[in-house]
Structures are given as structure tokens and as C-alpha cells.
């Protein structure tokens, strides 16, 4: 029971990195409906610089705080210069634009800093206590409060504001919103920039216990993915159920099924297609009704 | 007078291609080339040809696909096995991997019915994925025979040379790689035509742009769908066995089969959704410019000193930023972009002469 | 541009002029001995070899094509080419070619290696292949093919050398000093390969089970390996030496050598109770194992690859690494008592002054410092600078020392026989507090001991 209880806390403590980055991917496709290819490496890119900041000496709270704004701002830049021309185009060509995106800023990043691996100083101390033979470390409680923290304020940002009102105007019917006066272009910067802070904190997260380089993103990227197919694209709520259960099923998986214990990928992925059989828009996605 | 300015495009463009493909080939002899450039323009056809495939399923009928690696190593596995554990000769072996990248696509088509767009692009993303990691838990290893208990997916062990049959002028095994994907691409090419402008093809169409419509004037929508699936599961698979002659190993790893994958979709956008030759020019674009990239690079840009670790992690970047400018300027790839302004051009022309006619 | 396409016109027309003479040399040959086209790997004029000693030789260079045998020196530059991760989840791996290139610069500094009486300059070629067989094939192509090196070296991964070893075995171009301790590059069916200095895996397994047989004979081991070709060397060996033995093997465990995600498979050994881990990974997987049975509060003993004897992960896996044991054929940078040794000295000061940025203390670096030495050897060895006498060289070598940071009292010996070189080396212990490994015992020398301590089914496959 007790190895039962620790693989689920190693499960939670994964899924909430999958659940952060699958949020990302849910604000970006929300607000322009794109699957973003490159928020694993927008992610890398912000947790270089913290790297970088933290050797000029800045504690690696404010190193984490400065890349988050930075990647506030780029995240929006890059909405603005290189999405905007080719919102209207179709879906394909957003899709190979944000993987031309995701080679450049991986290849730019490796250049900038190096390619050998990073060492990332923790944020907070590493610790493991062990009650009733259970085992909970502290990166598990940290990445699982941090994940709670994004949720509660995504959850006020959007619900309680009026900035928030517009953004969810936005998300639901751009050409209408924009008849009642919203800053349409600004919402969708708005969600790009979120989506760049968020993934900025998972990462800085993740990686300082395992070091930091240019391939740290990518496995993640596509657990977060397939959360967010899972819990389903429009639902951020969904993204984060959903990206605990593919943490969950992948540690489960190793070991409780021994035929497949090395390609945890097997269950999570498998889960997914018997949902989507059943609910083609994911957990938590809603259906849209097309008129004819 | 407007079928007549159709025709005239087409015969513009036919001729621009058959030239360009007399320039390029009538000057490629592979006898007088080292084997390493003539490998790549083999791997140039293949990949073309498996682009060709996506282009049916993507361009053609609106689904779209993140996981035709998983099909492309279906058919490399099946002839890697073939020819190593029971020394198949390579053609006896591209029906099967063929017939079974089919049948596999079949297997999938029925539940990608279900699920669209998005989610039907993250479904393939999990074959993608997942291929690799079956291959290396599943398949056999020369060490199995004798030990039983390898888990080892690689084969890499596999001998290589033409056939007897084939003329003398194909002495080595580049060049017979090299005949063979480019008769494989001819077939392919042709086969593409051929269902394009057939009723079939009118019908993939048809599903794509309207389903419900296409419904009413009797289509059968899922048998449709499932065809275009298996079909472009085919020419992946296909594309796949050339691997094997060309790269003379089957291996997949996530991150390989995640990569042919995107490298297709990347070719299908590049060379022109929806269009018969494209996506297969878009395939030797991605394959040539993979190498030439890192070639071309200066020993020095202004300041910066560029040796050779910083090319190999530079040239991803020249290519990813080389792809968004061409979705700027060519948002319906080369061939589709290249039809658009050809268009466009002649109706200026003809536009002096006649005024134009109503659109 | 246009240089690019001058080149391979100027290419071409040297291969027509070539195929012109070679056709009439084939024209005069088939009519004598009234044979026709033979194997349909690149063979033309058959050479007699050219031995170095007067005994049998060991390559059999009667199928070479006898106008390759020199490719690659010009002049006075040998040019060589390797493929390694550059980029990707391996590419950690890429430090090993600052060190080979610092050597290289050092040497040519000098003036060059000596290779019968003439100086050379080395010209090392490099590629990226992501850890990617399929790249490292297509590399290894335009390696021979197009930069026309005149050997490959040092070549990184286990799948990926033996995914090119019918083509260096048809091209007659020698692949030396492969950075893998796979047992494979013993077999004899593949005589144009020689595996590095890195200690083969069977024989990491064969000291460190003679150390538990010593000093903790009841051990209950628990492994965990990569799931592939090189996870299965240690896997396979380790099963064969604990069996008929007081120790046992009570759980197994294999992880995707994809990523270097471990933490729910040592959770999984930690519950066994095992004392004693074996851990058959490499890189990153290797401080997140350790790291996680840290966090288990799991304590037994560990054995961990000689891939990953590294400062850095060392570094990563924090308390995790106190007390690990592995093995290594080279010298610790990290070791402060290495200081004053002419050998350490002269790699920091070259390294220095080549690569400023890198981590000098870092195994790895010196690993890719040391091999190069070794190539100098074995090229300075070599009677006569062509392919057969190079890599008949290297099968024959007698008393290899100093090459780099090796071992100050260990030597290297190839024959006809014994194929590997990392056959000497030391048995370490990590001590987290002095951040340095030390030695255990005396230097292990199981010198043309690989063959016989390796599964046959490995080392002949």
C-alpha cells in the first residue's frame, strides 16, 4: 500500500508539470486557436535565462520572477510579429509556423548558452519525508502547490476581472467581441504572454532537480500534449485533471504492468483514444455543433 | 475563354516542371557521383513519396496527421525483417510492407473517425510516439535467436547490393537505391494523378470541404475517410522499406519516428496542399536543405567566429526561420503559390488584350 | 553557392576520368582471367596487404579497393571524421569533442603526429547525429564519401557503429577508437573496428561482482538498465556472473534509454530490499537514479556505469552520490593529488587555452582528450600511413602508455586475439565531500580477458 501511495505522489508530482504546460497550451488555444509546437521550447528559452541570471548572482526566486515577466512580454511579442500575419491563414500553415518556431528557438538557445547541461540551483530545499513508509519529497509538494497557484489565479484573473471578462468574450467569439468594442489583438496577447509565464515557472521548476539542455523540453511537451487532448484543448480545467492522470498512469504503469513497464507512453496514450472514441472533444472539452 | 486560361496555366506549369525535372535528374548520373550525395537523393524520393501519401490524407480529405512515422517505420521494420531474417530479396518485400502498412491504416482509419481536427492530430501524435517503443520491446533481435531474452528493437545489421536483374550500369547499392526510390516515386507520382482526378478523389475532396453535403449526394463518408487513411499509410509505408535500402538499418526512436513525421507534414505545407506534385518537391526541399543548410554556412559572420559545433546547432534555426518567411510569402507552398501568381500573371496578360471576365 | 556546385562538377569530372581508366584496367583483368563482376561493394584492383609484421596478417584488404587505401592525406594533413550527439537528449556528449579538438590543436601545434618519418596535421570532421542510427549512417556516408576522411574515430553509441559496420567493412575504412564498451566490436567478422579506451561493460561487471564476492558475498542486488543494446550488455553479463555464486539478482528493472526518466523504476527496486544497485545507464538517467533512491531513503550499495564517471552528474545527483562505485580507465581531472602529474597538467593548460568555457574537471572532456592521444599512437605506430597498415596497427598494438590521462601504471595491448584496448583500469569510489572519486585496491588488469567474460551470444552478434 505504501509503494502504492508513493508511486501516486511520484505520479502527482510529474502530472503537475504536464498539467502546467498543458495549461499553457489551452490559453494559447483558446485565444488563437493554435497548436502551439513551441511552448515546450519557449519554456527551455525562459528557464536558460534563469539559469543565466542566477549566475550573475540573483537569487533563484527573483532569477525565476524576471524570466517569468520576460517571457510575459516575449510571449506577446511573439503573438504580435510573427502569428498576426498569418492569423487568418489556415490551421496547417500556423502548425508548421510554430514548428518552424520551435526548431529556431531551440537551435538560438543552444547557441546562446551552450549545449552542455545546466545546473540549476533549487528554489527551496530538497527534502523527503517518508510518513507511514510514504514518500512525498518536496519537489512534489512545490510543483503541486505551484500548480494549485496558477489555477486559483488563472481562475480570478479570468472570472473576476474585467480584462478577464474580455479575454473569455474573446476566447468564445472573436468577430463578435470585437463588434462590442473589445481589444480583440490585445486579448490574444494577452494569452500568448500567460502561456509564456506559465511555462517559464514549470520549467524552472522541473529542471532544477535534473539539470538544464537543449532536449529537456521536448519529452514534456508531448505528455503535456496529450493532456491536453486528454482533458480536452478548450478546458483548462481539463488540462490539469488530465495532466495528472497521464503522471498517474505513467508511474502506475511501471509498476504495477510489467509487459509494458518501460514504455510508460503506452497507458496515457491509450487512454486517450478510448476517451476521445467516447467523447471526441476530450474530458472536460465541449462539443461544437456545426451548422449546415 | 476562362477553361482555356486553366489550360494554358497548366501547360505553363507541366512544361516548367518537365524541364526543371530534365535539368535535375538528366544532370543527376548517379555513376558519376559519390554515393553519399546519391543516398540523399534517394532519401529525397522516399520522403517525397510518403509526402505524396499525407498530401492524399491532409490536403486531400482535411485530416490531419502528426504520426505517418509510425506507418514509415511499419513498412522499414517489415522489410528489414524480411530481407535479414529470411533473406527476402528488397522488391519481394515492398508488397507486404505495402499490404500491411494498408491494412494497419485501415485498423486506424475506423477510430480516427471519430475524433477530428485537433485531437485527431494528438491521437497520431501517440502512434508516432508509441511506434518506436513497441518496435524496441517487440521486435527481435539477432540475439534473441540464441539468448531469448533481448528486448533490443535495432537491426541494424543488414547487407546490401543490387539484384542480378538489374542492368550492369547498377553496380552498387547507392545507385541501385537511388533507381529504385525514383521508380518508386514515378509509380507514386502517377498513382497520385490518377486518383486525384478520379471519382475517389472528387470525393475526398468533397468530404473535406463539406461532410454533411457530401453525405447527401451519396457518398459514403466514412468509407471514404478510411480509404484516404489506409492509402496514405501505404505510400508511408512504402517510403519506409526505401529506408531500408538506402540507410541499410532499421532503427526508431521517439524522437526519429516524431521527426519523419513532422518533416512530412512540413513537406505537404511547404510544397502546396492539394496539389499533385508538391508535397514531393517539398520532400527533396526538406531532405537537401537538412545537409546544405550546415554546409553553406561562413567561416566567420562579421565578427562571430562560426566553427563547427555552432553550424550543427545553427542550421535547425536557419531552417526554422527560412519555414515561417515561407509561410509568410507562400502560404499555399511552392507549387500552390507558384500556380497562384502564374495565374495571376497570365490574367494580367491576357487582361490587356480582353477585359476580364467576371469572377 | 556556385563553389559548392564548381566543386562537384570538378568531382565528377575526376570520377568520369577515373571510371574511364578503371573501365580499361577491368576491361584487361576480366579478359585474363575471363571472371566477371564480382561483389557489388565498391571492389576494383584487389592489393596484396601490406603487413606490418611478417606474421599472417589479421585484415584481410584483398576485397579493398586498393585507390581508397590513402584517401584522406593530403600532403601533410590526415583528415579525419567523427558523428556524435551535437543536439538532443545525448548531447551532453558533445563536451568529448572539445577535448579531441583541443588535442588536435595541441599536436598540430607542434607540428603534427609522425607517421614514418613525415608530419602530419590532423583535420578531425565533425558531425551531429542526434544518438540517431539512421543519422549516423547517412554521416558516416558523406564522411567517406564526400569530406573523404581517411578514417572515422571515435564515433559515439553502441546501435550506432553497429549500424555502419557493413560499410566501413566494405569500404575498408578503419573506425577506431569507438566511444562504446560494447563487446561487439570484438567480433571477428568485422575486423575494421576497435572500440576506445572505455572499460568493456562485461568486464565492469566481472570487478565489481569480485568485489561483493569479497567484501559482501550474501549481496541481494537490484539493477536497473537502459532498454537497449547498451542497458543489455550489463544486464546479460550481470546475470551470467551472479549465477552459481552466494549473490543473487532479486529485481530487475529497464528504463527508456530515450529519456532519463527513472524515478517510478527506483521506487520500484527500492521496495525490494535489495542492498546492493547495479545501475546500467548512462548520462542523465544516472544522478536522477541515484537521486531518487536518495530520496527513498533506500541505502545500498552502488555500482554505477563507467559512462557516467562525469564531475558534472556526479554534481547533479547531490547526496545521492556519496559512496558510488564505478570504474575508470583515465585519470580523475576532479582529483586534486592528479594535480602535480605532468599529463594532468599538460590537458588543463591545453584545454584552457582552446575551450576557456569548459569544465576542466569533467570526465568526459578528458575522456575525448585522451582518445585522441590514443590516435596519435596508434597512427605513429603504423609503419606506413595507408588504411590496412593503420588498422593492422591497431589490432597489433604493444605496450600503449600515457596516452592522455591514462593510468600512470596501466598499459594497453591489442592481438590477434584480443581486441580491446580499456582492459587495465581502476575501480573508484565517489567521496561526495572532497567532490572526487578515489581508487579501490590496485589497477585491475584483465588484459585479453574480454572475449572469454563475455556472453558469446553478445560478442558475436
Redesign the interface.
Known amino acids: 500500500m505504501s509503494?502504492f501511495l508513493?508511486?501516486l505522489m511520484?505520479?502527482i508530482g510529474?502530472g503537475a508539470v504536464y498539467a502546467s504546460l498543458a495549461l499553457a497550451l489551452v490559453l494559447v488555444?483558446r485565444t488563437t486557436g493554435i497548436?502551439n509546437f513551441a511552448q515546450g521550447e519557449m519554456a527551455l528559452y525562459s528557464t536558460y535565462l534563469v539559469w543565466y541570471f542566477t549566475q550573475h548572482d540573483l537569487p533563484v526566486w527573483i532569477a525565476i520572477l524576471l524570466s517569468m515577466a520576460i517571457s510575459f512580454v516575449g510571449g506577446a511579442a511573439i503573438e504580435r510579429v510573427?502569428i498576426r500575419?498569418?492569423e487568418q491563414?489556415?490551421?496547417?500553415?500556423l502548425?508548421?509556423?510554430t514548428?518552424?518556431?520551435?526548431?529556431?528557438?531551440?537551435?538560438?538557445a543552444?547557441?546562446q548558452f551552450?549545449?552542455?547541461?545546466k545546473?540549476l540551483p533549487r528554489a527551496y530545499p530538497?527534502k523527503?519525508w517518508?510518513p507511514g513508509n510514504v514518500?512525498i519529497?518536496s519537489d512534489t509538494l512545490v510543483l503541486v502547490g505551484v500548480l494549485l497557484a496558477e489555477c486559483l489565479i488563472l481562475y480570478l484573473l479570468l472570472n473576476r476581472t474585467r480584462i478577464g471578462l474580455a479575454f473569455r468574450a474573446v476566447a468564445s467569439n472573436p468577430e463578435s467581441s470585437r463588434l462590442v468594442g473589445v481589444p480583440v489583438g490585445r486579448m490574444l496577447m494577452l494569452g500568448w504572454a500567460m502561456a509564456a509565464a506559465i511555462g517559464a515557472l514549470a520549467g524552472a521548476l522541473v529542471v532544477a532537480?535534473?539539470?538544464l539542455?537543449?532536449?529537456s523540453m521536448?519529452?514534456i511537451l508531448?505528455y503535456a500534449?496529450?493532456s491536453?487532448?486528454l482533458g480536452g484543448?478548450d478546458s483548462p480545467l481539463g488540462a490539469v485533471v488530465a495532466g495528472l492522470i497521464v503522471g498517474v498512469a505513467?508511474?502506475m504503469t511501471?509498476?504495477y504492468l510489467h509487459a509494458?513497464?518501460?514504455?510508460?507512453?503506452?497507458v496515457p496514450?491509450g487512454l486517450?483514444?478510448v476517451v476521445?472514441?467516447v467523447r471526441?472533444?476530450?474530458l472536460f472539452g465541449s462539443t461544437r455543433v456545426?451548422r449546415? | 475563354m476562362n477553361l482555356d486560361r486553366v489550360h494554358v496555366t497548366r501547360l505553363v506549369l507541366a512544361l516548367v516542371l518537365v524541364v526543371g525535372a530534365a535539368y535535375l535528374f538528366g544532370w543527376y548520373i548517379p555513376q558519376f557521383k559519390e554515393s553519399a550525395t546519391t543516398y540523399l537523393w534517394a532519401e529525397a524520393f522516399y520522403i517525397g513519396v510518403a509526402a505524396m501519401g499525407l498530401n492524399l490524407l491532409t490536403g486531400y480529405n482535411g485530416q490531419v496527421s502528426i504520426g505517418h512515422g509510425a506507418f514509415f517505420g511499419l513498412g522499414m521494420y517489415t522489410t528489414a525483417i524480411l530481407m535479414q531474417s529470411h533473406n527476402w530479396p528488397f522488391v519481394a518485400t515492398l508488397p507486404v510492407a505495402a499490404a500491411l502498412s494498408f491494412a494497419v491504416g485501415v485498423l486506424v482509419g475506423f477510430p480516427a473517425l471519430r475524433v477530428k481536427g485537433l485531437y485527431l492530430a494528438l491521437v497520431t501524435l501517440g502512434l508516432a510516439v508509441l511506434f518506436p517503443q513497441l518496435t524496441s520491446r517487440f521486435v527481435p533481435h539477432d540475439l534473441c535467436r540464441t539468448c531469448g531474452t533481448s528486448q533490443v528493437g535495432e537491426l541494424p545489421r543488414i547487407k546490401l547490393r543490387p539484384p542480378s536483374w538489374t542492368p550492369t550500369f547498377i553496380k552498387f547499392n547507392d545507385q541501385w537505391a537511388y533507381y529504385a526510390a525514383l521508380a518508386i516515386a514515378v509509380i507514386a507520382i502517377v498513382g497520385v494523378a490518377l486518383i486525384v482526378r478520379s471519382r475517389f478523389g472528387r470525393a475526398l475532396i468533397a468530404v473535406r470541404d463539406h461532410e454533411a453535403a457530401a453525405e447527401t449526394v451519396g457518398i459514403n463518408i466514412a468509407r471514404v475517410k478510411v480509404i484516404a487513411f489506409a492509402t496514405s499509410a501505404l505510400y508511408a509505408g512504402t517510403a519506409g522499406s526505401c529506408f531500408v535500402l538506402v540507410k541499410r538499418l532499421a532503427t526508431a526512436s521517439s524522437a526519429s519516428t516524431f521527426q519523419i513525421s513532422i518533416e512530412l507534414l512540413v513537406a505537404v505545407v511547404v510544397g502546396g496542399t492539394a496539389t499533385v506534385l508538391g508535397p514531393f518537391i517539398g520532400g527533396v526541399l526538406v531532405v537537401f536543405s537538412d545537409r546544405y543548410i550546415s554546409e553553406s554556412f561562413p567561416k566567420t559572420l562579421l565578427f562571430w567566429h562560426i566553427n563547427d559545433s555552432v553550424k550543427n546547432l545553427l542550421s535547425p534555426a536557419i531552417f526554422g526561420i527560412g519555414l515561417i518567411l515561407l509561410m509568410y510569402v507562400l502560404p499555399d507552398g511552392i507549387v500552390g503559390g507558384g500556380r497562384r501568381i502564374a495565374t495571376v500573371a497570365i490574367r494580367r496578360l491576357r487582361g490587356r488584350r480582353t477585359s476580364p471576365a467576371p469572377t | 553557392m556556385t563553389d559548392v556546385r564548381r566543386e562537384r562538377r570538378d568531382v565528377s569530372r575526376v570520377r568520369t576520368i577515373r571510371a574511364v581508366a578503371l573501365g580499361a584496367a577491368l576491361a584487361l583483368v576480366v579478359a585474363a582471367c575471363g571472371s566477371g563482376r564480382g561483389s557489388s561493394d565498391r571492389t576494383a584492383n584487389p592489393t596484396t596487404p601490406s603487413g606490418s609484421t611478417g606474421t599472417a596478417p589479421i585484415i584481410d584488404a584483398s576485397q579493398c579497393d586498393s585507390s581508397t587505401l590513402t584517401q584522406g592525406v593530403t600532403g601533410d594533413t590526415i583528415k579525419i571524421g567523427t558523428s556524435l550527439p551535437l543536439s538532443g537528449t545525448y548531447s551532453p556528449f558533445s563536451a568529448i569533442l572539445h577535448g579531441e579538438s583541443a588535442y588536435f590543436s595541441y599536436i598540430n601545434s607542434l607540428g603534427g603526429v609522425t607517421v614514418a618519418g613525415k608530419k602530419y596535421k590532423i583535420q578531425l570532421v565533425s558531425k551531429d547525429d542526434a544518438y540517431d542510427a539512421s543519422k549516423t549512417s547517412t554521416n558516416v556516408d558523406t564522411l567517406i564519401n564526400s569530406d573523404k576522411v581517411f578514417s572515422l574515430f571515435n564515433v559515439v553509441g553502441t546501435k550506432n557503429n553497429l549500424g555502419v559496420r557493413e560499410t566501413v567493412n566494405s569500404d575498408c575504412v578503419p573506425d577506431l577508437l569507438i566511444a562504446s564498451g560494447a563487446v561487439q566490436w570484438g567480433n571477428t567478422k568485422y575486423p575494421w573496428m576497435l572500440g576506445s579506451e572505455l572499460v568493456p561493460y562485461p568486464l565492469e561487471m566481472r570487478v565489481f561482482v569480485d568485489y561483493l564476492l569479497k567484501n559482501k558475498p550474501n549481496a541481494k542486488i537490484a539493477l536497473l538498465h537502459a532498454n537497449d543494446d547498451f542497458g543489455q550488455s550489463y544486464q546479460l553479463t550481470l546475470e551470467a556472473l551472479v549465477k552459481g555464486t552466494s549473490l543473487s539478482i532479486v529485481k530487475e528493472a529497464s528504463y527508456n534509454a530515450e529519456g532519463s526518466e527513472v524515478k517510478a523504476q527506483v521506487t520500484d527496486l527500492a521496495a525490494s530490499k535489495a542492498d546492493t544497485f547495479v545501475l546500467g545507464g548512462t548520462l542523465l538517467a544516472c544522478p536522477n537514479a541515484l537521486t531518487a533512491a536518495h530520496d527513498a531513503g533506500w541505502k545500498p550499495l552502488i555500482y554505477m556505469s563507467g559512462t557516467c564517471v562525469s564531475k558534472l552528474l556526479f554534481t547533479l545527483a547531490g547526496d545521492g552520490a556519496d559512496g558510488v562505485i564505478s570504474v575508470t580507465p583515465l585519470l580523475d581531472p576532479a582529483d586534486p593529488t592528479n594535480e602535480a602529474k605532468p599529463a594532468m597538467q599538460l590537458y588543463k593548460q591545453q584545454v584552457k587555452k582552446y575551450f576557456p568555457a569548459e569544465d576542466l574537471l569533467d570526465g568526459i572532456v578528458g575522456y575525448g582528450w585522451s582518445t585522441a592521444a590514443m590516435l596519435q599512437k596508434i597512427l605513429e605506430a603504423s609503419p606506413k600511413l595507408d588504411r590496412v597498415s593503420v588498422m593492422e596497427t591497431a589490432r597489433t598494438l604493444k605496450g600503449i602508455s600515457n596516452a592522455g590521462l591514462q593510468l600512470e601504471s596501466s598499459t594497453f595491448d591489442t592481438n590477434k586475439t584480443d581486441w580491446f584496448l580499456g582492459e587495465t583500469f581502476q575501480l573508484i569510489k565517489y567521496d561526495k565531500a572532497a567532490g572526487h572519486t578515489a581508487a579501490i585496491g590496485p589497477i585491475s588488469n584483465l588484459d585479453g580477458k574480454t572475449a572469454e567474460l563475455s556472453p558469446q551470444a553478445l560478442l558475436h552478434s
Request: without cysteine; hydrophobic residues 55%; negative net charge.
Open positions: 509503494l508513493t508511486q511520484n505520479g510529474s488555444f497548436l510573427l500575419p498569418v491563414a489556415s490551421p496547417l500553415v502548425v508548421i509556423v514548428i518552424g518556431m520551435f526548431l529556431a528557438i531551440n537551435s538560438i543552444q547557441v551552450g549545449n552542455d547541461i545546473l530538497n523527503t517518508l514518500q519529497s532537480p535534473v539539470g539542455q537543449g532536449a521536448q519529452s508531448v500534449f496529450a491536453a487532448a484543448f505513467g508511474t511501471t509498476q509494458v513497464h518501460d514504455i510508460e507512453l503506452v496514450f486517450i483514444l476521445l472514441l471526441p472533444s476530450g456545426e449546415v
